[in-house]
């Protein structure tokens, strides 16, 4: 996410004479986290992303940062659903405290987003609290008066999508966290879709990108491989790679590059090991059991046959 968004924090998409639709965020504009958009009118609410936000040096003693969801609270019989863009925390990490503060009928996400998301309501004992169905680029939702729909994009996680709302005074989409990269490690870009959709008419992007105010273009994820591979080829001993439990495309490229090289890969730390379990199951991450050694077994194996990854970038 960027520091400074490109789209201001309140637009109105009003007509004369009819209910004006409402967009704004409760988080996630001019900070890194609690991502969460709304569109609303007079009958409907669809609330886009319920993320949070990591604290700061400066937080102590706090877990989470969230958004504030008051104005949900008071206008709570109108919320119709809950549509997600892609399974980073700062995407999802605060629907367990957004249902258990209003009544979110049904979750839209996603085929990973919905299974961390799943697997989250579970933790906080929430399963029962909404249903979660997962959603890809051919799902059509009617959310009240609104028309949902999704493209895909390519980001650090798999299954990860723009939104495209339809309501009755216009049209708006908004992209989610993508990065334009020609070589992707997972799925393409879907700018096919994206252009239908322009053709079709977009009154109102909401897009933004980490470092988007600069100029040049960011490298491919290809080209981490190679830097990855390169530290795998000269590491003579044991090997510690840490990085967020949520950058599944990454983790993919560090098992890969483990394999080739003839390492075993140690996973450390709950988030990393629940993430990794998730995207095995759904066959995004392909390792077997016999590439993978548990963490108290580490010490029998030669140094220069571990690759131990772990959180705390
Ligand atoms: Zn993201």
């Not at 569109?39 to 969230?66: A, H, Q, R, T, W």
């Not at 049904?106 to 029962?128: H, M, Q």
């Not at 252009?195 to 909401?206: A, E, P, V, Y």
């Not at 600069?214 to 390169?230: A, C, F, L, M, R």
């Amino acid at each position: 996410m960027s520091d400074t968004k490109l789209q201001s924090e309140v637009q109105t998409v009003a007509d004369p004479g009819d209910s004006p639709v409402l967009i704004y965020a409760l988080g996630g504009l001019g900070e890194i986290g609690k991502n969460c958009y709304c569109i609303e009118n007079d009958n409907d609410i669809v609330i886009l992303d319920s993320g949070v936000k990591f604290p700061e040096y400066n937080d102590p003693g706090v877990s989470y940062i969230i958004p504030d969801f008051t104005h949900l609270a008071q206008n709570e019989r109108k919320i119709r659903a809950l549509c997600i863009t892609h399974g980073h925390e700062d995407h999802i990490g605060s629907i367990p405290f957004l249902l258990q503060t209003v009544r979110v009928p049904v979750i839209y996400a996603p085929r990973l987003a919905c299974a961390l998301i799943k697997n989250k309501l579970a933790e906080y004992n929430l399963g029962s609290k909404t249903q979660v169905v997962e959603v890809d680029e051919n799902s059509n939702l009617v959310c009240g008066s609104f028309k949902v729909q999704f493209f895909h994009v390519t980001h650090s996680i798999p299954d990860a999508f723009g939104i495209y709302v339809t309501t009755p005074q216009g049209t708006v989409a908004t992209t989610g966290d993508f990065k334009i990269d020609l070589t992707p490690v997972d799925h393409d870009f879907d700018m096919s879709r994206l252009t239908r959709f322009g053709d079709q008419g977009i009154d109102l992007l909401m897009a933004d990108s980490t470092n988007a105010e600069k100029e040049g273009y960011t490298p491919s994820e290809k080209n981490v491989k190679k830097g990855i591979d390169e530290v795998f080829s000269r590491a003579m001993g044991r090997l510690i790679i840490s990085t967020f439990a949520s950058n599944l495309s990454r983790i993919t490229q560090i098992t890969q590059c483990a394999i080739k090289h003839g390492r075993k890969v140690c996973v450390m730390g709950r988030s990393m090991e629940g993430n990794l379990k998730i995207a095995r199951d759904l066959g995004i991450i392909k390792i077997s059991d016999s590439s993978l050694v548990d963490p108290d077994r580490v010490q029998h194996l030669p140094a220069s046959q571990v690759c131990i990854l772990c959180t705390g970038s």
